[in-house]
């Protein structure tokens, strides 16, 4: 081999290398978004919901709604609180919620909770490449709560 064979193929060995790891490391482009607004990254456009789940008070009437959204283009999820047939929240008062979005793999975990006035949040995203998660949410009515946890994805 000469010197010139042997120095286009260890610039070949190199590329091969480099292009692999880039390969390997893609999940990591998802892990960029953990902590982020999945509405302002452009995440939440043609993201779907994945698992739903609903929150019964004890006595009956369903309160709150629970959604674990997915971004197929961005590989994140995130969990989105909607109450039901309660007024608007007011804070340190009545009729408030909050939601969680929990990664299995590592208890990574983000909150959001209902402004005053509204009737749903959403949580920032985590990243959701090669592992699962869920969503949990409570509301109440002002005498009473309800919580729904929803399946992971």
């Known amino acids: 081999m ?4 042997r120095r286009v193929a260890s610039v070949a060995a190199v590329v091969v290398t480099g292009l692999s790891l880039l390969a390997i490391a893609s ?4 892990a960029a978004y ?3 607004d999945p509405i302002a990254t452009g995440c939440a456009t043609g993201a779907t919901t994945v ?8 006595g009956g009437g369903t309160i709150v709604e629970v959604e674990l959204r ?5 590989r ?10 309660i007024p608007a929240c007011r804070p340190g008062d009545d009729y408030c919620g909050y939601a969680n979005v929990h990664r299995n793999s590592d208890g990574r975990e983000y ?9 749903g949040c959403y949580t920032a995203q985590v990243n959701d490449s090669g592992v699962t998660s869920y969503a949990y949410g409570v509301a109440d009515d002002g005498a ?4 729904a946890t929803t399946g992971s994805y």
Do not use: V
Not at 27 to 30: D, I, L, R, T
């Open 2 to 5: 000469t010197a010139l064979t």
């Open 27 to 30: 999940p990591a482009s998802a």
């Open 34 to 36: 953990d902590g982020t």
């Open 51 to 58: 698992r739903k789940a609903y929150g019964t008070l004890p």
């Open 70 to 74: 997915y971004s197929s283009r961005c």
């Open 76 to 85: 994140t999820s995130w969990a989105r609180l909607t109450t039901i047939g």
């Open 111 to 119: 909150a959001c909770w209902t402004p005053g006035g509204g009737h």
């Open 144 to 147: 009473q709560s309800a919580s």
